[in-house]
Every structure is written in C-alpha cells, then in structure tokens.
C-alpha cells in the first residue's frame, strides 16, 4: 500500500511539472476531434445531400479524419512526451538529482512512462467520446440503431489504431533516449532505427531496378515496413484511413503491436543498464554506434554511386561512380561519429571501420553493376523445376492489380515446357530490344526444394511457339481470362461499349452467370481468338470488382466467333450491343491517313503513310482508284483552307466496298496488345441518321485496294 500511494504521489509530482504538455494535449485533440466535427455537422445540415449521402460522411470523418487530425496530434506529442519526460537523463546534475530521489529506479521509470501516455492518452478518449456522443445522436437520427452500430464500429478501430500509433513512436522515442547522452544523438538515433530498415529496401529495389534487367518486385510492404517504426506508423494509418478491414489490416495490426512490445522491453532494459555519466555524453553503446555508423556510411555510399552514374557518361560512369561511393562513406560515416563522440576531431576516429564499409560499398554496387551473383543469367536444370507460374497483362483481359493473386494461384507443372520457356527467356536476357516486338512476362518459377523465384523476363515473337503452349494452357487461361463464380460475388458494376459509347446497366445475377459461364466456355475452347484478336470484336463487357478495399477491372472482349457470349447477351436483353451493323444503316466509312501531310506531298509518300498507319506491307499489284465510285478529301487541320498542313480522310461510299470495309471493322479497341497480335487503328463510320460513331480496323485487315487509292487523294 505504501508503495503505491508513493507511486501516485510521485506521478502527481511529475505532472506538475509537465502541465504545459497536458495543455497542448488538450488543445490539440479537442480541434482535432470535437470542433472538426461541429464544422462537418455545420456542413452536413447545411446542404442537400440524400440521407446515404450524409452517412457516407459521417462514416468517413471517424475513419480518415480522425485518423488525420488525431494523427497530427498524436505523432508529434508522442516525440515530445518522450523527449520531455526523460529530459533528466540528458543532464549531469538533473539525472544526479533524480537518482537520488527516494525511489527505486524502476519506479522512476514507471512513473515517467505512465505519465507520458496519460497526458495525450486522457484529453484523447474525453474528446473522442464527445465526438461520438455528438456524431452518433446526428447518425441515430438518420439511420436508426444499425446505422449508429456502424460508426461506433469504425470509431473504435479509429481509436484502437491512433492508440497503437501514439506507443509505437512513444517507444521508438525511448529507445533512442536511452541510448543517447544527448538530445542531438537521440535525433539521430531516432532517424537511423526508424527508417533504417525501410531505407535499406529502398536502395535495394534501386539497384535491382536499374542494374537487373529480370527484376520483378513481389514483396510484402507490411513485412518491411515494421522494421522500421517510423515508417510503419505511417503506413499503419494509411492502411487504416484509406481500406475497409480485411485480413491484411489485422496482420499489419498485429505486427506493429510486436513491434511496440519489443521497442518497449528494449527501452526498459536499454534504462536499467544505462550509465548515469553517459549524460551530456554521445551515444554510449559501442555496437550500436558501429551499427549505424556503418550502415548509414553504406546506404549514402551506394546512393553515391547511383547519382554519379546516372549523371555521367557510359565511359567514365564506373570511375565516377567509385569516387561518389567512397566520397559519400568517407563523410557520413565521418560525420556521424563525430556526433556520437561529440568531438570534431573523431571524424577519421575509426578508420578501420570506415575502410571496412568502403570496401562493403563498393563490393555491393560493383556486384550489382556487373552482375556478379547471375541473377539476370540464372537458369535451373531440368530436373531442378517443380512448377511455373506466368502472367502478362498484355494476354490477359484485366488489370495489373490481378497479377500477384493469378501468379500465386496458377501452376503450370510441365518440365519440358517450362525448361524450353526459361532457356528462351534467359537466352533473350541482355539483347538489344526490337521495337514494338518485346514485351516482358512476369513470372515465379518454383523448384523442388520449395524455393520460389520471381522474374520478369524479355520475350519476342521469335518465341511465339515456346510461349504458345504455356499461354493456351488451360492453367494460364482460367487465371488469365476466365471470370470465376467467385469472383463475381465481388462485382459491382457491368457495363458494355462500342462504337465509342459505353454504358453502365443493371443486369440480373442469373443473366450475369450465364455471360460469364459462356465467356469462358468460348475462352476455353478457343485461346486463339482472345489471344490473336481474331476476328470482329462486337462489343466489350467491363465488369468493375472491389474487394478488400481495392478495385478492380476485368474487360471481356467479345469476338463474332464467340457465339455462346453472343447468345447470352442478347438473351440478358443487349442485342443492340452485340448485332453486326447492316449496310444499309452506313452512309460511309470515313479512313483517315493518320498523319498531317504538305499539300505538296507525292502519291508515293500519301501509299507509305497509309501502309504504316494500317500495317499492311507491300505487294506485286498497282490497284488504282480509277473508275471507283469513291470520294477522296483534304480535311483540314483547323478549318483554315490557306494551311499548309492537311489531314487526309477518304470517304468510301460505294455501296459494295461500305460493305466489303463492314465485314473486317471491329466495333471496339482490343484490351492490350501483345506480341501474338497487332494493334488497330480508329476509324469513323456515318450512320444514314447522320450521327458519326468510332470503329477500328485490326493491322493488317484494310484491303490494299483502299491503301492505294490514298495516293489519288
């Protein structure tokens, strides 16, 4: 009992002294909570805005505006509570004074930490709840008890996270207090453990970037983010602020209440080992000093490198690129220890740890510039291989946000096709690349021993029967293209386009099962018409998907040879979206050469423009537009008649070539273009209503006839 009450009196003591810092407290979170909240009431009232609308809001203040403004209170009182309150141990007289109180160390401690959570801790929960109180009496009036459920939801996770937030810097702040003699080395402490981890990541994903051709980044950000504290409470709140809880929210929760934990047994160790005449000294642990010096001397010396390389030219970039490494180690290296010694004169203090970290430097970046370990060239034996795992967005119908969940869900377990597929993609490594023909595919290849690597390698046309059969397998095809029932649980938007209108509709969830059922049935037993483009396209399905806080998009390109699809759409009432347009409802096909030409241009010039534009190569015949039912034109760029500049369009209106043109025109862009297709080029088409609609012709499927004839234009 006698212990207790002298802890209570001791933290009543300690308080006194720190009512500045409870005042700030106050101050700061009662703007930040209850005033932010009267002002967005205010706003609320004030406007027109449908019930849904204004709840939306209000959810939204107690999720990303708390977690704003009590962020910006909470972070910085954190940094300060744990300066201030242990200010004692950064003073010869003021420690002496405090040790020498009738209490036992620990109890010391104890009465500094505690303090230094209540005095944010309690004007936060006073002015939380008021904040609420207020909030769910406005929400209760608008959406009854469910409705008042769900904002005391999301106020609690808020009050949860922003807690976590506050001890996590609270003991990073500690650990560097405990560690340095000085305000300046805690500073400097608290920089270097805080981003430190995340900084090394950083110049490493530099280096692979830049130096590796076949880097593939496929990391975890939660996982490196934790190692550094300052950066993880960040990325904490940003994952809090901005994504509804999912599994990935409570792992990163988790992890950063380990590391909480662990900073704060570090700090009361770090305390009770701690010197009293470390005082007014630098940092007083020789491993830690060594530690940082080292690794911020080898993080600046490879940034070093990077900026003289990238600032110089190839023939002298490597020597430029060693004295950058080695001038960047030599002064921050020599600069930190002259600050954990607090002496100028211990720049050059440890000369053997400083060679030792220029030889690391520039061990590390001469391995990176030359390749030393063979990432690039690395290639497993036959027998090495267990499975494989590709994707290329370019051959698929969604977007990159699906790469990493397709990759982990696909396995492709064919030696023989996998082996081929490696020897071309490492063999290809390194060459120059051909234009417009090299794309790279992401892959995981994984091995016997359980062991998985991440590429993303270079691949050609050249490559197009090695690739073939791993792209058309059914492994590939069903992550790639194919939408699972699963999946469309997840849906939340459908919508159709063609001839340069889109539309989002309500569409039934039977009639949405029966598209998606058929789109994979023709996927399935056709790959090359996805793959290739072949044929008309008719119409392209959007399906909009969002799922643990992200969205997502699959395009659906629905060619004529796709009959199930078709069917399915028109059965769900979108026949209009899928029927080829009559000849007789087109009053031309206008074919625009693409490019602003001289009115002085040669019949020569105007065939080559259009043979590069709509990619169809020469031939032995010389067509000509003679006797053609056809009117060519000059559009002019900007309506001026004296411009030297022109765009030529040719009006086809010949009623045998309008339909000739209407049996190769695709009423919609390709999603993606891969080098198993080429790409499309937009035309217009002039309904007889007048009312002009875009279409694209494939490369390569304008009749030549047509090209030719832009040579009378």
């Not at 500073?187 to 692979?208: D, E, K, R």
């Not at 391995?367 to 036959?382: H, I, K, M, Q, T």
């Not at 060619?559 to 409802?585: K, N, P």
């Not at 009006?651 to 862009?669: F, N, P």
Request: with cysteine; proline share 2%; aromatic share 12%.
């Amino acid at each position: 009992m006698t212990s207790r009450r002298l802890f209570v009196n001791a933290m009543g003591e300690d308080l006194r002294h720190k009512i500045w810092m409870a005042a700030l407290f106050v101050l700061g979170n009662f703007l930040a909570l209850p005033v932010a909240w009267l002002m967005m009431r205010n706003n609320l009232e004030s406007s027109e805005s449908l019930i849904l609308e204004k709840l939306y809001h209000v959810f939204d203040f107690f999720t990303v505006y708390v977690i704003v403004f009590g962020g910006m209170t909470a972070l910085p009182g954190a940094l300060i509570t744990g300066l201030a309150g242990f200010r004692f141990v950064f003073h010869k007289r003021m420690v002496d004074l405090y040790h020498s109180l009738p209490v036992k160390r620990s109890t010391l401690y104890g009465v500094c930490y505690v303090d230094g959570i209540l005095l944010w801790f309690v004007p936060f929960v006073v002015c939380m709840l008021s904040a609420c109180a207020m909030g769910g009496s406005f929400v209760y009036s608008l959406g009854g008890i469910q409705a008042l459920g769900h904002m005391l939801q999301k106020a609690l996770l808020s009050f949860l996270v922003l807690t976590l937030a506050y001890l996590l810097v609270y003991h990073m702040v500690l650990v560097a207090v405990m560690l340095s003699g000085n305000a300046l080395n805690a500073l400097v402490s608290l920089s270097l453990l805080g981003f430190g981890a995340v900084s090394v990541y950083g110049i490493a994903l530099l280096f692979f970037s830049v130096y590796m051709e076949t880097f593939l980044q496929n990391s975890h950000m939660e996982l490196v983010g934790t190692a550094s504290p300052l950066f993880s409470v960040f990325y904490l709140l940003y994952s809090w602020g901005t994504a509804d809880i999912g599994e990935g929210f409570w792992k990163l929760v988790l992890l950063n209440g380990g590391v909480t934990v662990f900073l704060g047994l570090w700090a009361w160790l770090l305390y009770r080992r701690r010197a009293s005449d470390l005082a007014e000294q630098g940092l007083g642990s020789r491993w830690m000093s060594a530690l940082l010096r080292g690794g911020a001397g080898i993080l600046a010396g490879m940034c070093g490198w990077q900026l003289m390389i990238m600032t110089t030219v190839d023939a002298t970039a490597l020597g430029w690129g060693i004295f950058g490494a080695v001038l960047a180690v030599v002064v921050v290296f020599g600069v930190l220890d002259v600050v954990f010694c607090m002496e100028f004169r211990a720049f050059f203090a440890h000369k053997f740890q400083m060679g030792i970290a220029v030889a690391v430097t520039l061990l590390c970046c001469l391995a990176f510039y030359g390749d030393w370990l063979g990432y690039d060239s690395y290639l497993p034996s036959r027998d090495q291989v267990a499975e494989l795992a590709l994707y290329d967005v370019e051959l698929s119908n969604r977007s990159q946000q699906w790469a990493e969940a397709a990759m982990e869900n696909m396995s492709i377990r064919d030696r023989e096709k996998i082996h081929a597929y490696l020897e071309a993609a490492v063999a290809r490594t390194g060459m120059y690349p051909k234009e417009y023909e090299e794309e790279y595919v992401q892959t995981k290849v994984t091995l016997e021993n359980g062991r998985s690597y991440y590429r993303s390698y270079p691949v050609t046309r050249e490559e197009k029967e090695v690739l073939w059969e791993l792209f058309t397998s059914r492994e590939y095809l069903e992550q790639a293209y194919c939408i699972s029932e699963e999946m469309l649980k997840f849906c939340i938007e459908f919508s159709l386009g063609r001839m340069g209108r889109h539309t989002s509709t309500d569409v039934k969830w039977e009639d949405l099962l029966r598209i998606v059922r058929a789109y994979n049935e023709d996927v399935l037993g056709d790959p090359q018409m996805v793959l290739e483009g072949r044929g008309r396209l008719l119409t392209q399905v959007r399906l909009s998907f969002w799922q643990k806080g992200k969205g997502y998009t699959a395009y659906l390109d629905v060619y004529e040879g796709m009959s199930r699809t078709a069917e399915a759409l028109r059965q769900a009432g979108f026949r209009d979206w899928v029927d080829v347009e009559e000849e007789a409802q087109v009053q031309a096909v206008l074919l625009p050469l693409g490019y602003s030409v001289g009115v002085s241009a040669t019949p020569e010039e105007m065939i080559e423009l259009a043979r590069r534009r709509y990619g169809v190569p020469d031939s032995a015949s010389n067509l000509s537009a003679s006797g053609q039912d056809a009117v060519g034109s000059w559009e002019q760029a900007e309506g001026n008649s004296n411009q030297e500049e022109k765009l030529p369009v040719m009006y086809v209106t010949d009623r045998g070539e309008v339909e000739e043109l209407l049996k190769v025109i695709s009423y919609m862009s390709p999603y993606g273009s891969s080098i198993f297709q080429g790409g499309c080029e937009g035309i217009e088409i002039l309904g007889t209503d007048g009312e002009s609609h875009t279409c694209y012709i494939l490369e390569g499927m304008l009749p030549e006839k047509f090209v030719v004839r832009f040579g009378d234009l």
